[in-house]
């Protein structure tokens, strides 16, 4: 196999969570289906979904929608059903679905970190435990993780002076411990052809405040925030052959902002 073609994933089944989303999730299906992968996409907007899959259907891709709530483990379940069902296998599993956050530390409440942990964290855990366990029957698969440059590093308060951006706390502690649960996974599966890797975007570019946009492009090593072109490769990568004896890395996609 040449090295360009180690990167194909032509034959290869995907599923993406959150793969409609316009951050992140959007572009993920997208590169998986240009690299040649059957993607299975699953949003909770299942009408947006569907868009987006009939998008990519004009295109000539082979992508599918299906309605997914990560909080609700009936959702996963039926996912999962519905998945091996049609497909029999899956050889990706990208986890990109977020619960929405609020707040900063002195206006989230309990419930709210409860909540975002019920999402966020046990989501995860239970998508992982829907889909692994065939990956292991079948000797392969490729776990990504997106997590964030603030599961690395801490958020920086002066960059959000004179925004009403919000700075919450859930978030960092959601995505540090997902790179950290990626590592488990590495080392936990990684006899059973299994690789588990993390990717750490940095900040996206979403019509934010001038003030936040400024400080964040003066910061940046790369002089810009992220796109969701600048995701594609990395994605690619770490789902294909080209990244074979890659797991339990965590990769930063940040244009430098975790250099510094």
């Known amino acids: 196999m040449g090295v360009l073609e180690s990167f194909s994933l032509k034959g290869r089944i995907a599923v993406v969570t959150g793969g409609a989303g316009p951050q992140f999730g959007s572009s993920i299906s997208e590169a ?47 996912l999962k059903h519905r998945v091996m ?12 679905a977020v619960v929405g956050r609020s707040g900063n530390f002195d206006e989230q409440t309990p419930d709210a970190w409860a909540a975002s942990a019920q999402g966020n964290m ?25 997590s964030s440059i603030y599961g690395v590093v801490a958020n920086d308060p002066g960059l959000y002076e004179g925004t009403e951006m919000k ?11 997902m790179i950290n649960f990626t590592r488990y996974l590495a080392t936990y599966y990684g006899k059973m052809g299994i690789r588990a890797n993390c990717v750490c975007p940095g900040g996206y570019t979403n019509n934010q405040p001038s003030p936040f946009l400024q400080r964040y492009e003066q910061r940046v090593p790369l002089g810009r925030m992220l796109t ?11 789902a294909s052959d080209a990244s074979r004896y890659v797991t339990g890395a965590t990769l930063m996609v940040d244009g430098g902002w975790t250099a510094l």
């Open 32 to 78: 998986l289906a240009e690299a040649g992968a059957t993607v299975v996409v699953a949003s909770r907007d299942f009408e947006n979904n569907r868009r987006f899959v009939a998008e990519l259907n004009d295109r000539g891709f082979d992508a599918h929608p299906e309605e997914l709530d990560i909080t609700s483990p009936k959702s996963i379940d039926t």
């Open 167 to 177: 700075q919450p706390p859930d978030y960092a502690f959601v995505k540090g411990g």
């Open 122 to 146: 046990v989501g995860l855990f239970a998508l992982c435990k829907a889909f692994v366990p065939g990956m292991a029957e079948q000797g392969s698969g490729s776990i990504i993780n997106i």
């Open 85 to 96: 069902k049609c497909f029999g296998c899956v050889d990706i599993l990208i986890n990109s």
């Open 228 to 238: 969701n072109e600048d995701l594609k490769g990395a994605i690619i990568f770490l």
